[in-house]
Structure formats: C-alpha cells, structure tokens
C-alpha cells in the first residue's frame, strides 16, 4: 500500500480501511491525516508481521500471488453479504490458544422478545464453568456480562490443559435463566506434560535439542497455580 | 555408518480455485503459476535424479483440491492456454532485453522455462501430471500421503465427528481413485493436531502424519527421543515429528537460505515495472497488475536498489546451502544419537512443495543438489515416512497436543477478528448436514445428487485457505465470495429439501461448477455414535 493508491480511494473507503486497521480516527478528519495515519499503521503492521517469527504462515502466502487486487480488497467492506444470524438460542465456544477461546452465540427472537418484555431482565451473560477434573467437586465458574447487541466475544480462559463450558444466560432480577450451554472445550497445554527434571537425562537433553528454547516451550513448575484464579467463584 | 536420517516431506497443496463460469481468473494463477515453477520443475529434477541413478526419496501430500484441479480438464486447457502468452511474452522480452547484457540471459531463462514447461506438459505429460507422481510413487520414490478433503484446519471442528470424518474420507476416496490404492499417510492440514484425531484417522485405515515440534514435546507424556523418533499414539497411528532446526534452515523468511542476496528476488515483477500497454495482454483482464513470473533482480538486501539476477552465481551458492544443510544435519545427528540408546535419529523436514521454486526460484536445484550431494555421504540417509515405520515400528507412546505450524503455535491463524465469522455459518451447515443426512439416509436418484452436492459445499466451505487469506489480506475478496457461495448454496438446497422441491437446472448447474468430490457420499455425515 502506497499514498499513490491511498489517494485514488474515496474518503469512506479510507475511513472503511482505518476502522479495519483498528485505527480510531475522529470524524471528519481531513483525508491527507487519514492517509498518513494509515501509511503508519500500514508500516507498523508491516513490521510486527516481520518481527512475528511466523515464517511457515509467511512462506505459504506467497503462493497466493498478488496483484493490485489486494490492496483494494483490504478496502472493501469486511461484512459477509449472507445472512449474519440464524435466529436460534445457541452458545459455541472453540479454544484458540491455550489462553483464549471464542464464543458466539445467539437468542431467538421470539425470547429475546420474551425477555425484554419481562421488568426483571437487565442483561445476558456468559457463565464459564471450568469443568473439574474429580467428581462431585463443584466446578469453578466466572460470568462476563455481554450486551444486548453482542454476539461474539474472546474470552481469556484461566488455565491451560483445562476443559471449559460457556452458558449463556439472562439475569433477571436476583435469578438467573439458562438460554443455552455450549460444548465442553479443553484450552491444550503450554507447559510440558512432564518437567525436564522428571524426565531421564537422555529425554531431557533430547527435548533441549529438538528446539525447546526456541519455541519458548516452558516445562511444567511442580505447581502451576492458575493464573487469574481470583478471577473465579469456587 | 548413518549418523541419522532425513525426511523431506513435501506438502502440495492449493485451494480449489476452479472458476467455469469466467473465461479466465486470477485465483487460477496460483495453479498455472505452482504449476510453472513447482511441479513441473520437479518432476524434471526426479527425471534427471532416475537418469543419474541418484538415489532420492521423499513423502509427498497432494491436496484433494489439488488433485482435483490437476485432474480437471478445463484447467489443463486454461494452463496451455496460458503457458502460450507466457511464451509469448517471453519472445517479446527477448527482444526487448536485447541489447542489455544483464537481462538478456533472464528473458532467455523465462523463454526456456516456459517453453520447456509446455512440452513437458503437453507432450510427456500429456497434462497428467498425477500420473506422472503415480510414476514415482509405484517406483518406491515418492511416498505419497492425503490431506484434509478441504484442508480444514481441523482443530476447529473437532466438536463435529462428522464433518472430521467427512474431510478424511473424501480424501481417501479421491486418493484412491486418482492413485488406484489407499494411502497410508494424512497431512494435517497446517500440522493442525488435536488430541483424538488419531481414531478416525486409523478407522480409514491411515497409519501416520506429521505434527508440529510444539505439538509432541507438549504431548502427554513427554516424549522420550525428543522430535528424533515418532511418537506411536495409544491405537497404533504414528504422529512424526517436525523437526525445528532443518525446517528452519529453509523455512525462515529472514535467515533461511531462500533471503541470501543472490538469489532470485520474488516481489520484483514485470508485471508491476513496465507499462501497462505492453504488460496489458499479460496481466489479468489486461489492465489489473499482477505477478507475470518474469523477475529480473536478486535479493541484493533490503531496499528498493536491486542487482540483476545472476543465475551462475545463485547456483553456486545453493551448492553451499546444500552443504551447510547436510553438515548440520550430521552435527545435529551426532549430538542427538548419544542420547538415543542406539536407535538413529530421524529429522523430519517438513515444507510447502510451492515454496520450491515459485517462492524460492533455486528451490528445485537446491532439492537436486541435496540428493545428489547426500549420495557422497554415509552420513545421512532419506528415508519416506513408510520406509521408516517399516524398519523402526516401536515407538515411545504419547498423544501430542493440539497444536499448529501457525502464528503461536496453536489456532490463531484460523481464528481472529477477520475470519472468525465464518465459524458461525460453517457449524451450522455442518448441523444442518447432519440432520439431513439423518432424515434422508438412503435416498437415490436426483435426490441423492443433492444431497451429495450439499456435502461438497459444506467440505468447500471448511477450507482453511478462505480464513487464512481473509487474514493475510490476500485476495479476500475472493476468499470471502467463496465461503458466502458455498453458505448460500447450502441453504438453497437445505430449503430445498425442506420444501420438498428440487430445482434440477440450478443443481446440474451447481454440479458442472463445483465438480470436486465426484463420488461423495453424503451419508458420512450421518451422526457418529
């Protein structure tokens, strides 16, 4: 991207571009400041992907071949032209990253209808249950509250190698109503399995020499504790 | 005495970019342009390996849609079609750069290679290039594996069995049907691993794959050889292990040998420098600038100021890139084998078949060179993932975790604010899919055609290129129209079978455009108990 194809883009399209950048811009800017706001995102992005070490996502997207293409595409509206919603009470959550996990949801019309009707609604929420590992233990849970127009969010998940739920629900008043409940999701691990020093010399030399250090592996502590524990009701 | 082993694993993939109803695409590019600098170069490179009696092994994965788009004749055509102006421009370059000493070779280089390429093509070939790796699989040198139907990134839809089922057996089927035997070995797509994939990898009867270093080491429990020995899960498959140091050496986009400054420059293009009335015919409807192939400058360093190509000199340095990789490899070898109770380790070098030679230019010679340098050596010896298994089938049991060769190691790639709205229409076609199969379990006739197409679009719409390319900011549109047909498409015939009305015209429409997958079943997503 260059100030020569930035200039040949309508004032929209920019601003189109910048919200796509996450870029904040005030309104009404005046175009020379929006494109030069975006040259400098374009070359931070540039140079935090280069930084990124992420050689095997780089390498593959030089098979896709570009052309000018590219550049009035990342100016194009993101939105999906299909319908966004299917008009059912549902909740999924899919682990990402052994910190992160995404859930959408939705609510049926006819209940969100329901609900906004009844004086005791105030709002819905997500309720992560983390699942417990022992019977009979109760199961450690936190709740986000989402509004009314949200159907998706990335939730920070407390431990890794943990198996989650995500409910999703209405408050209204003191009590609380199920709308939904999504799968349970298992967050992999970021530690080793074992710790180098469980393991034998030999396998602990020969997982050093297969690249710990440089994919910033860490081998498991005696004691993990969670690491926003606080953040739940046990 | 072999100080360890070396695997190269090739991965052949590209997503299924046929579009019928244009007469040319830009997305086809990817084809002709793999086409022009990867595969066949390397097919040459095995022809003069076998002529030399060179001794070569490797695994490679073709791609279902891959396979599919090689297999189809009116891409066959298209590609001609298109090495034709290729070779047309080439002739215009030649005379052109005609009285320029440093570009002079260069547009004769394109000239050959293009020209060579529509020989090679058209009259050994016969366009049958899967014959040709057909060739070198029955031969015992190349070990061929599958891939995901789609190259779903599988992690993602581990909730669904069936849509993980339907990926594997799709692949199996077009295998089979392309190769005339089943295959033993799965590319992950993307090395996207997760705990469990295993049993319906072995319940079609595949034995093996490759996950990503972070996968196994993080495994349970830790493996005991480090990435120098598979790992053999609970049921028996086999999970290699990628192997961090070789794949670096080629794999790192700043420090691997394709950044040395003699090499050819990839970005640097006719196609963006001369003027559109000349580079017109070439580029895509005559007036969007696009990559033509035909790059005169190395690397040089950063910056725009770029020496002329040299390709005398990039040989001579690819010479010297073979040489550092197999001494490392030896190095490597002998630090690891003293820990390895007598067993040899195995590296296991993983990468995109496509990096050789259309990224990387020399890629192909660097391949010859390796196999032809390695044969002097007793240090090092290739072996295919099967040949391995078969002479080292004890493996230290563990289960790798779910992981990827992405950005982070895990899914974050696949699932991040440009893509993730995707995942909201893909489960539910893949819940609607499920109910279908369910309610219409053993329909025949124009109905089962329906069917069958409804599951090819929930297989197109998985793909793991549409979400990747929305996050690499190339061609999105294009990424975006094809996960917005295959939804649409799918809800047409869902409500179509709602209704209990079937537009046959549209659906033999659907079919002629669609055309992957010809011996679907869509009973596979019935649901899985």
């Known amino acids: 991207m260059n100030v020569e194809r930035l200039n040949g883009l309508s004032i929209d399209a920019l601003y189109a571009l910048a919200d796509k950048m996450g870029l904040d811009l005030p309104p009404e800017l005046e175009r020379v400041f929006v494109v030069e706001a975006l040259l400098e995102a374009f070359e931070e992005d540039s140079e935090e992907r280069k930084a990124s070490g992420d050689a095997a996502v780089h390498i593959e997207e030089k098979k896709y071949s570009g052309s000018e293409l590219d550049e009035i595409d990342a100016s194009l509206d993101a939105a999906p032209c299909i319908e966004c919603r299917y008009n059912e009470t549902v909740v999924h959550v899919i682990a990402r990253d052994p910190e992160w996990a995404f859930v959408f949801w939705d609510v049926k019309d006819d209940t969100f209808d329901e609900l906004r009707a009844n004086p005791a609604f105030s709002c819905l929420f997500l309720r992560v249950v983390k699942e417990s590992a022992s019977e009979g233990k109760a199961a450690a849970s936190f709740e986000v509250v989402v509004g009314d127009d949200d159907d998706h969010w990335y939730l920070h998940l407390p431990d890794e190698g943990c198996s989650y739920r995500v409910d999703l629900y209405a408050r209204l008043g003191s009590r609380s109503r199920l709308l939904a409940h999504s799968a349970i999701v298992r967050t992999p691990r970021a530690l080793m399995a074992d710790s180098l020093a469980a393991l034998d010399a030999d396998a602990a030399t020969l997982a050093t020499l297969s690249g710990l250090a440089s994919l910033e592996i860490v081998q498991a502590p005696e004691h993990h504790p969670s690491r926003i524990l606080g953040g739940f009701d046990e | ?529």
């Open chain 2, 1 to 529: 005495m072999d100080s360890g082993y070396v695997a190269l694993v090739l991965n052949a993939h590209l997503p299924f970019v046929r579009q019928p109803d244009y007469p040319s695409f830009l997305e086809e590019r990817w084809l002709f342009e793999s086409l022009s600098e990867t595969y066949l170069p390397l097919l040459r490179v095995f022809a003069r390996l076998e002529a030399d009696k060179v001794p070569w092994k490797l695994n490679l994965a073709v791609s279902p849609t891959l396979e599919a788009m090689l297999g189809d004749s009116l891409l066959q055509q298209r590609y001609v079609d298109w090495l034709d102006a290729q070779i047309e421009l080439a002739e215009k370059e030649v005379a052109r750069c005609a009285d320029d000493d440093a570009f002079r070779p260069l547009a004769a280089m394109y000239h050959e290679l293009y020209t060579k390429n529509r020989e090679d093509f058209s009259v050994l070939y016969g366009g049958n290039i899967i014959g040709a790796l057909d060739f070198y699989f029955k031969k015992g040198r190349i070990d061929l594996m599958t891939s995901g139907a789609t190259s779903a990134f599988m992690p993602i839809y581990r909730d669904y069995p069936e849509a993980i089922a339907a990926q594997i057996e799709a692949a199996v089927v077009s295998f089979r049907a392309a190769f005339g035997r089943s295959p033993s070995g799965f590319w992950m797509p993307q090395l996207g691993w997760y705990p469990g994939v295993e049993e319906p990898l072995s319940a079609y009867g595949l034995q093996y794959s490759v996950v990503s270093t972070r996968g196994a080491l993080l495994g349970d429990p830790t493996p005991r050889s480090g990435s120098y020995a598979p790992v053999a899960c609970p049921n028996g498959f086999t999970a290699f292990i990628r192997d961090v140091a070789a794949t670096e050496a080629v794999w790192s986009e700043t420090s691997g040998f394709p950044a040395d400054p003699v090499y050819r420059d990839f970005y640097r293009d006719i196609g963006f420098d001369l003027p559109l009335d000349y580079i017109g015919p070439y580029v895509e409807q005559q007036q969007i600038r696009t990559f033509t192939g035909f790059k005169y400058w190395a690397i040089t360093g950063p910056g725009d100021q770029k020496v002329p190509y040299d390709a005398e000199r990039a040989s001579l340095r690819v010479e010297d890139h073979v040489e550092r990789f197999l001494r490392d490899r030896v190095l490597q070898a002998k630090a690891a084998a003293k820990h390895m109770g007598g067993r040899t380790p195995l590296m296991v070098a993983p990468y995109d078949a496509e990096l050789f030679g259309h990224w990387w230019y020399e890629g192909p010679q660097w391949i010859e060179t390796l196999f032809r340098l390695a044969h002097h050596t007793d240090e090092i010896q290739f072996v295919t993932l099967s040949e391995y298994m078969r002479t080292s089938p004890e493996n230290f049991e563990s289960v790798p975790e779910f992981a990827s060769w992405g950005d982070g190691g895990y899914g974050g790639v696949w699932l991040e604010k440009s893509n993730d709205w995707i995942y909201r229409h893909v489960f539910k076609m893949i819940e609607r899919m499920t109910e279908l199969a369910e309610r219409f379990p053993n329909e025949s006739g124009l109905r089962e055609r329906v069917l069958n197409q409804a599951a090819r679009e929930v297989l197109l719409a998985q793909a793991s290129d549409w979400p990747f390319l929305l996050r690499a900011g190339k061609s999105g549109s294009f990424a975006r129209k094809q996960i917005e047909d295959a939804v649409t498409n799918f809800n047409r015939i869902y409500e179509m079978l709602c209704a209990n009305t079937v537009g046959t015209e549209w659906l033999t429409r659907l079919e002629k455009r669609n055309n992957i997958f010809p011996s679907i079943n869509y009973r596979v997503f019935r649901r899985k108990r």
